[in-house]
């Protein structure tokens, strides 16, 4: 679909080029007298001639060559830019001199020729005195910046009240714009800063890009789209990009007839200039961050219904795939009205659009008002999708609409505080989702998918708090991970259950409230939650010990061996790797005040373990009886007890598993088998835990066990010791193997349940699981025979993974036709599976190459076949020769690079891995991926320390039950 022109703006973008018309006549004064305030929102047209618009552009052109001509020196009246020794200011943080109040943004972008032409105006306040106005400005080429005495926001400038025309300093290392004035700003002034500039929509993930995707025709087409956070909004527009400085603003985009323009606010007003193109004018937002702005220009449909208020909720996809929306649809109206009925504070905008983008790093990003989705979260197909895709869009659609609240109307005050946003929003996506889905008992998930996934993280000595000092982009990127998320919204769980529910709602709706559109720190919610219970808990004092410090204790109850009816609990800090230290020292000294829930057989309440004892007594057993610590694993840390108690519990589970909760049983399998990881507890203990599995039917537990015990795979495998593994796999799993079927049918976590057993019996070469899955791939290759949603990944798994280079290149096709993006998605992941190291160096070679995989997928294509035994080294050669173009493509988005680097290196397991690892970034740079790449060799030397300490323990007890 063709665009305009192919010049990087148009003569007809005159409108704003007009502002660098000289003088002013009286009407100009008259209206700038009226505007004096910040306020000021008439919108006057310019009538100046269309020649001096074409002068202007050719002027904008003349002093664009000037700027590539002096790029590296500053001469004034003149655009040019500072040697980098001379720049005037050292900070990468902003001083705060200045306040935004409001921004007017023009954008064109070209999606022919992909330039883009911008124009910002910037309306700020001067807090104290100053000479320079510093704001943040990345990647695009300025052609005028000018700086006037006055408010210019919605108008024509008046150059009679220019201070600084045309003179700046940047540094693209510190991404910086500095505009210096002769004399100090006045302090309670307004001021209109006006930038100029051109800049290009690069094939990346973040900032205002382009992505593409193919009609069922075959036709590319392209869209522009953005991903601002977390500091990306200055590469699309000038700004102060810092959380804090929050502005309302005014978007204006130009473009083709054939598109459609969306932000975060509704249209105002849509004009038609005289070249054909429409100047799409959006109504002012409320106040909000840079992070959150958002704008797309796309030729999608939608499909349209509203909350039970009226909001007007759009899901917004390519033609072809919207039929695919309708999921979405039904849930976003339940979910924004679930959330303000609990917040108690109603949406406060008048639409919610949620949009499909082809190419998208993370799984979707919560602007106000426009979110932005990878496919996978947004579209799902009844007939093609399985049940797991349903529910990921579901919390993915929860995540981003609670933010809408946490974050977007309360924004954390700088981005130490991140988990504000994100550990929120990750509670509140299952907390949501468990009310609207009660079937899917996804409070009972959280265990597995959050609390364990981040115990497992915040084990590494090289962790980092929940709330972490950062200043540089790369450090603030590094923090979006399973801690700042997982851990963060585990603690929040926790929180809730040992305040009560009463009180932490209460709580929450109070701190929404008395910071809602501004700013707070974690103190701030704290304070709010205290007031909540009376100030009877001390909030503060409590949680500090989980956000400012790294790490997690384990409980550990012993009976005093002076009194046999005494027992006590002491803490420690919990640490994988065999006596290690943590990085960075604690405030607290590594102690933390616990509230400590138990069970017996009779009874169950909660203890609290304040920090300053060194152990606290604790309620015994009667003889013979067992007791269960952290009920449900509301708690975060993990819990030992001596081997006479832990023989009891696996007794009690094997006469009547049903007496402790799922998330109990999951609870004491994933505890035990990280203790035994650690010396502090016996394999053949933890092992002996499962052999009441083959009574267990519920998913949560399986999770876990399956977890558990793929650490052992992952560590046996390829060695002798292996087969014993895989025959008592396969011994444990039959029983479900058999009474399960290839039925797609049961309950949501029946099915889930059937997939996780099946497709273990396929990885492990079960006769049956094997031939049964072949057969339906056959069919479905040879016959068109449908598949089941639910059963497809087995089946995939097993063609693949079984088959011929035929049904590689099979599937490969298939995902290629299909625009069903689930499916995309689960063949991508499969035809990582062949066991054929060609079909598997092919495929790492497509990885780079974006016209077969995209940029967002293809760090998965690296991480599942280095996940393969007999691709494992293939990927490792393939991610060190190819290193400089996978970090240019991902440094700078949150959690990509740090995927790939534990994904690959954290699998080694050798001492010559090791040092490869070690010898390889001593010349290469590892950017937000640092911290990763820490972890990852922490995680090598477990393994190698593992296999020289655990390998024949484990073993020789598989021996015995096969």
């Not at 993930?205 to 789209?225: H, M, P």
């Not at 009194?563 to 405030?587: I, Y």
């Not at 293809?858 to 490792?876: C, E, F, M, P, T």
């Amino acid at each position: 679909m063709a665009d305009e022109n192919t010049a990087g703006y148009s003569t007809n973008d005159e409108e704003e080029l007009r502002l660098l018309g000289e003088g002013g006549d009286a009407e100009k004064k008259k209206n700038a007298k009226q505007d004096e305030k910040a306020g000021g929102s008439t919108w006057l047209k310019m009538n100046l001639k269309l020649l001096i618009g074409v002068l202007s552009v050719l002027a904008l052109v003349v002093l664009g060559v000037v700027v590539g001509a002096v790029s590296n020196r500053h001469t004034k009246n003149k655009l040019g830019r500072l040697a980098r020794n001379e720049f005037p200011y050292p900070d990468l943080r902003l001083p705060g001199d200045l306040e935004p109040l409001r921004y007017r943004i023009y954008l064109h972008p070209n999606l022919t020729t992909f330039n883009v032409f911008g124009s910002t105006r910037i309306l700020f306040r001067c807090l104290k005195p100053t000479k320079k106005v510093i704001l943040h400005f990345k990647e695009n080429t300025i052609t005028d910046v000018r700086l006037l005495n006055n408010s210019y926001l919605d108008r024509q400038l008046n150059n009679d009240d220019l201070l600084v025309k045309g003179e700046f300093s940047t540094n693209q290392e510190k991404e910086l714009l500095v505009i210096q004035t002769e004399k100090d700003l006045e302090v309670g002034k307004n001021y209109t800063l006006v930038v100029l500039y051109n800049g290009t929509l690069q094939e990346k993930l973040q900032g205002f890009y382009r992505s593409s995707y193919k009609t069922k025709s075959g036709e590319t087409r392209y869209i522009a789209t953005t991903h601002f956070e977390s500091s990306a909004a200055r590469t699309a527009f000038p700004c102060f990009d810092e959380p804090a400085m929050k502005a309302t603003f005014k978007i204006i985009i130009v473009k083709s007839p054939e598109h459609n323009a969306v932000s975060n606010m509704p249209i105002l007003a849509t004009k038609v200039r005289r070249d054909g193109l429409e100047v799409v004018h959006f109504e002012e937002s409320v106040k909000m961050s840079t992070y959150v702005v958002a704008f797309v220009v796309h030729d999608f449909k939608s499909i349209e219904s509203v909350s039970s208020r009226g909001i007007k909720i759009r899901i917004i996809a390519p033609e072809d795939q919207i039929s695919q929306a309708t999921f979405a649809s039904q849930t976003a109206p339940k979910v924004l009205d679930f959330y303000e009925k609990f917040f108690k504070i109603n949406f406060p905008l008048n639409k919610l659009d949620l949009i499909a983008i082809p190419d998208f790093a993370a799984g979707a990003m919560e602007n106000w008002g426009l979110i932005t989705y990878r496919m996978t979260s947004l579209l799902y197909d009844k007939e093609e999708s399985s049940d797991s895709n349903k529910q990921w869009v579901a919390i993915v659609i929860a995540h981003e609409i609670a933010h809408q609240w946490f974050g977007n109307l309360v924004t954390m005050d700088w981005w130490n505080d991140l988990w504000l946003n994100e550990g929120f929003a990750t509670f509140m996506e299952y907390f949501c989702t468990d009310d609207i889905f009660k079937e899917w008992q996804m409070m009972d998930q959280f265990v597995i998918t959050h609390v364990q996934r981040s115990l497992t993280m915040d084990a590494h000595a090289d962790s980092h708090p929940i709330s972490v000092p950062v200043k540089d982009p790369k450090e603030i990127n590094a923090i979006f991970d399973a801690i700042s998320y997982d851990k963060g919204s585990s603690i929040i769980r926790m929180l809730k259950d040992y305040l009560g529910a009463k009180e932490f709602d209460a709580g929450l709706q109070n701190y929404l409230n008395i910071h809602k559109f501004a700013n707070a720190k974690s103190d701030d919610l704290w304070s709010s939650l205290a007031k909540a219970t009376g100030d009877v808990v001390d909030v503060k004092a409590m949680m500090d010990t989980w956000t400012l410090q790294m790490g997690f204790p384990v409980v550990m109850l012993k009976k005093d061996p002076k009194n046999a009816g005494k027992c006590f609990v002491t803490q420690q800090h919990f640490m994988t790797a065999k006596n290690a230290k943590p990085s960075k020292s604690s405030p607290f000294g590594y102690k933390w005040d616990i509230p400590v829930t138990y069970m017996t057989k009779a009874a169950r309440d909660v203890v609290f373990f304040n920090r300053s004892k060194e152990q606290l007594d604790f309620p015994c057993p009667k003889p013979g009886e067992w007791i269960k610590i952290n009920i449900d694993t509301k708690g975060f840390f993990r819990t030992n007890y001596e081997v006479e108690n832990w023989k009891l519990l696996s007794e009690q589970l094997l006469k009547n598993h049903s007496i402790f909760s799922s998330s109990d049983r999951a609870n004491l399998i994933d505890d035990a088998f990280e203790l035994a990881r650690t010396d502090m507890l016996s394999y053949q203990v933890a092992l002996d835990l499962t052999k009441y599995f083959s009574k267990e039917q519920d998913y949560v537990p399986w999770n876990s066990l399956m977890a558990s015990l793929g650490y052992i795979s992952s560590m046996l495998e390829g060695r002798p010791g292996y087969a014993y593994y895989e025959q008592y796999i396969l011994k444990i799993i039959q029983p479900l193997v058999k009474k399960l079927e290839w039925k797609d049918e049961g309950t949501h976590l029946e099915r889930y349940l059937r997939g996780l057993i099946l497709g273990s019996a396929v990885k492990h070469n079960d006769t049956s699981a094997k031939t049964r899955a072949l057969e339906l791939f056959r069919d479905f290759k040879t016959k068109g025979t449908p598949l089941p949603p639910n059963l497809k990944g087995s089946v995939y798994a097993a063609g693949i993974k079984y088959g011929t280079e035929d049904d590689w290149n099979f599937l490969w096709q298939r995902r290629e036709k299909t625009l069903v993006s689930t499916e995309k998605r689960k063949i991508l992941f499969s035809l990582s599976e062949t066991e054929d190291p060609k079909l598997l160096k092919k495929y790492l070679d497509m990885a780079l190459d974006s016209s077969k995989v995209r940029a967002q997928d293809s760090s998965s294509v690296i991480i599942g076949v280095a996940s393969n035994r007999v691709g494992q080294k293939l990927a490792w050669d393939f991610t060190f020769k190819n290193w400089n173009t996978i970090f240019e493509r991902y440094s700078g988005i949150s959690f990509t690079i740090s995927k790939v680097i534990k994904g690959t290196f954290g699998l080694g397991k050798t001492v010559e891995e090791r040092d490869r690892v070690q010898e390889f970034f001593k010349t290469h740079q590892t950017g937000t991926g640092q911290r990763a790449l820490n972890q990852a060799l922490e995680s090598i030397q477990n393994h190698i320390n593992w296999l020289d300490g655990h390998e024949k323990e484990v073993v020789e007890w598989l021996k015995k039950q096969v």
